[in-house]
């Protein structure tokens, strides 16, 4: 039985959305179709997993509109394991991400992975008591993010490539555009935030603290333990494995690979140790031979 | 002792950065900690918070928990906030059936406890051990202690009458040198739990 507070208490703060982001740092946060799944991910030491219909590399070889999944399936993997479930709604799907907030599930991921429902706007997250996970490709779509209520941006990259180029070309634009800041005069802000299309009190932040407001992960082509523990060495504060782990050929082994990688991740004798025998990782696609129109991480205004 | 004291704050998975920067702020070294290696210099351990099962499956799989173990029974100062109040606790309900702790404290936490992320909640908590003003806690995901031993000390409870519970929910405790709360003192600027587990670490 759990406990119900009110009174003098208060949910879905802004803290208790970001704390709840800092609590995943260092982990694992993979891709699930199902509740078998879910379980191989938990069972490997996954930090949460993401319920889906497709996997992303599904998405990109079928094709068609994809959308948030049945609820039954959400239902089926939030019973099946005890970490905590995310689930993905349409950029701009504001009633897909009340349907799975009713479910409750504990992280929205508003993912360019799924169809856009709306080209111009994003969900307003504030009006949500569950917190959003959000992607981005540079510091000013993560700060517009931000400003509409995420509390944590993960990188972009491709997802279901297996190319991790994109994944760091994010994460380097992000952090170089943050220490662009932090190394310029106050009076420089203003010109700043209207070039990265920021509010202005957000990039003041950043500027002052050299760090994002709120948890930053990686994601998008992330498919070996030594992709995951790059992108923790590039400042990650953690990882979503799309397609990586069961597009492969041993999902369970790659699984507890990649978790381990991301733990040890400056310890390059764990990361060879653990990258021993993997078998066949996801085929993958280059980001170079996906046209642009067809690239998922140009989703997102 | 005399010397600054450095604690570790361990290092699996988890608000490890958040820890670290509340030891330093308070005036002790701060280090992170993931092998039984790098446990051998320090004077007390932190157990972040972070995901109790997760934490526990790559104890095991990292060989440990019997390192960690033994450095309690030597007396080491352990203080461990949500999945570390999980971690220092001898028995765990709604967990994984193969969960793992490391001990120290004779309670039983409930996982869990107040619900899903969309229940995680900020509440201000009387705390005597830390002064009269009230601590501003979050719980996030949080356990709570469903029963106590009898040497274990209540630092802190969630008064039944702020939630429709029939009794108060206890959230911090200690035993000796091992203190655990189901909040998060490292995600608030408060210092004043960290600088009651940095005097233990001095006593000890």
Same mark, same amino acid.
């Given at each position: 039985?759990?406990?119900?507070?009110?009174?003098?208490?208060?949910?879905?703060?802004?803290?208790? #959305?970001?704390?709840?982001?800092?609590?995943?740092?260092?982990?694992?946060?993979?891709?699930?179709?199902?509740?078998?799944?879910?379980?191989?991910?938990?069972?490997?030491?996954?930090?949460?997993?993401?319920?889906?219909?497709?996997?992303?590399?599904?998405?990109?070889?079928?094709?068609?509109?994809?959308?948030?999944?049945?609820?039954?399936?959400?239902?089926?993997?939030?019973?099946?394991?005890?970490?905590?479930?995310?689930?993905?709604?349409?950029?701009?799907?504001?009633?897909?991400?009340?349907?799975?907030?009713?479910?409750?599930?504990?992280?929205?991921?508003?993912?360019?992975?799924?169809?856009?429902?709306?080209?111009?706007?994003?969900?307003? #997250?504030?009006?949500?008591?569950?917190?959003?996970?959000?992607?981005?490709?540079?510091?000013?779509?993560?700060?517009?993010?931000?400003?509409?209520?995420?509390?944590?941006? $993960?990188? #972009?990259?491709?997802?279901?490539?297996?190319?991790?180029?994109?994944?760091?070309?994010?994460? $380097?634009?992000?952090?170089?555009?943050?220490?662009?800041?932090?190394?310029?005069?106050?009076?420089?802000?203003?010109?700043?935030?209207?070039?990265?299309?920021?509010?202005?009190?957000?990039?003041?932040?950043?500027? $002052?603290?050299?760090?994002?407001?709120?948890?930053?992960?990686?994601?998008?082509?992330?498919?070996?333990?030594?992709?995951?523990?790059?992108?923790?060495?590039?400042?990650?504060?953690?990882?979503?494995?799309?397609?990586?782990?069961?597009?492969?050929?041993?999902?369970?082994?790659?699984?507890?690979?990649?978790?381990?990688?991301?733990?040890?991740?400056?310890?390059?004798?764990?990361?060879?140790?653990?990258?021993?025998?993997?078998?066949?990782?996801?085929?993958?696609?280059?980001?170079?031979?996906?046209?642009?129109?067809? $690239?998922?991480?140009?989703?997102?205004? | +002792?005399?010397?600054?004291?450095?604690?570790?704050?361990?290092?699996?998975?988890?608000?490890?950065? %958040?820890?670290?920067?509340?030891?330093?702020?308070?005036?002790?070294?701060?280090?992170?900690?993931?092998?039984?290696?790098?446990?051998?210099?320090?004077? =007390?351990?932190?157990?972040?918070? =972070? %995901?109790?099962?997760?934490?526990?499956?790559?104890?095991?799989? !990292?060989?440990?928990?019997?390192?960690?173990?033994?450095?309690?029974?030597?007396?080491?100062? +352990?203080?461990?906030?949500?999945?570390?109040?999980?971690?220092?606790? !001898?028995?765990?309900?709604?967990?994984?059936?193969?969960?793992?702790?490391?001990? =120290?404290?004779?309670?039983?936490? /409930?996982?869990?406890?107040?619900?899903? /992320?969309?229940?995680?909640?900020?509440?201000?908590?009387?705390?005597?051990?830390?002064?009269?003003?009230?601590?501003?806690?979050?719980?996030?995901?949080?356990?709570?202690?469903?029963?106590?031993?009898?040497?274990? %000390?209540?630092?802190?409870?969630?008064?039944?009458?702020?939630?429709?519970?029939?009794?108060?929910?206890?959230?911090?405790?200690? /035993?000796?040198?091992?203190?655990?709360?189901?909040?998060?003192? %490292?995600?608030?600027?408060?210092?004043?739990?960290?600088?009651?587990?940095?005097?233990?670490?001095?006593?000890?």
């Amino acid at each position: 039985m759990t406990s119900n507070v009110s009174n003098n208490a208060v949910t879905g703060t802004d803290r208790v #959305k970001r704390g709840m982001a800092d609590m995943l740092k260092g982990g694992v946060i993979m891709d699930v179709v199902n509740a078998e799944q879910a379980k191989i991910a938990e069972d490997a030491g996954a930090i949460a997993v993401m319920a889906l219909e497709r996997v992303p590399a599904d998405i990109r070889a079928e094709g068609g509109v994809s959308r948030m999944s049945d609820p039954d399936m959400i239902q089926g993997i939030i019973d099946a394991v005890s970490i905590p479930v995310m689930a993905k709604a349409r950029i701009g799907h504001f009633v897909e991400a009340q349907v799975i907030q009713s479910l409750g599930v504990d992280y929205i991921d508003e993912s360019e992975v799924l169809t856009p429902a709306d080209y111009t706007h994003h969900i307003d #997250k504030w009006a949500f008591t569950v917190p959003f996970v959000c992607g981005a490709t540079n510091l000013g779509e993560a700060l517009r993010r931000i400003n509409e209520g995420a509390a944590m941006i $993960r990188s #972009k990259g491709e997802a279901g490539t297996g190319d991790v180029s994109n994944a760091v070309m994010h994460m $380097r634009t992000i952090r170089a555009e943050i220490n662009r800041l932090s190394s310029m005069a106050e009076d420089e802000l203003y010109v700043a935030a209207k070039e990265i299309q920021a509010p202005y009190d957000l990039v003041v932040e950043v500027a $002052r603290n050299g760090k994002l407001p709120v948890v930053l992960f990686t994601a998008g082509g992330i498919a070996t333990p030594a992709d995951a523990a790059m992108m923790m060495q590039m400042g990650a504060d953690g990882v979503f494995v799309g397609s990586g782990i069961f597009k492969s050929g041993n999902p369970a082994q790659r699984a507890n690979a990649i978790v381990q990688a991301t733990m040890h991740y400056e310890d390059a004798d764990v990361i060879a140790n653990v990258s021993r025998g993997l078998g066949e990782a996801m085929v993958g696609i280059n980001v170079a031979d996906i046209p642009v129109p067809h $690239r998922l991480a140009e989703r997102g205004w | +002792m005399s010397k600054t004291p450095t604690i570790g704050v361990l290092a699996i998975q988890g608000d490890v950065r %958040e820890h670290i920067r509340a030891l330093s702020d308070s005036g002790v070294n701060a280090v992170a900690v993931k092998t039984a290696k790098s446990f051998e210099n320090i004077d =007390g351990l932190v157990v972040p918070g =972070g %995901e109790s099962t997760t934490m526990s499956i790559l104890a095991i799989k !990292n060989d440990l928990f019997k390192p960690l173990r033994a450095m309690q029974q030597q007396g080491m100062p +352990m203080y461990g906030s949500c999945a570390g109040l999980i971690m220092l606790s !001898n028995t765990v309900t709604d967990g994984r059936a193969d969960q793992e702790t490391i001990g =120290g404290l004779d309670i039983i936490a /409930q996982r869990n406890a107040f619900g899903r /992320q969309v229940d995680s909640f900020e509440i201000d908590l009387d705390i005597p051990a830390i002064g009269d003003v009230p601590f501003h806690a979050l719980f996030i995901r949080a356990p709570l202690v469903a029963s106590i031993g009898p040497d274990v %000390e209540v630092l802190a409870s969630i008064p039944a009458a702020a939630t429709n519970d029939e009794t108060d929910r206890i959230v911090a405790v200690r /035993q000796g040198n091992v203190m655990a709360t189901s909040f998060h003192p %490292e995600i608030t600027d408060d210092l004043r739990i960290h600088q009651l587990f940095i005097d233990i670490v001095r006593a000890s």
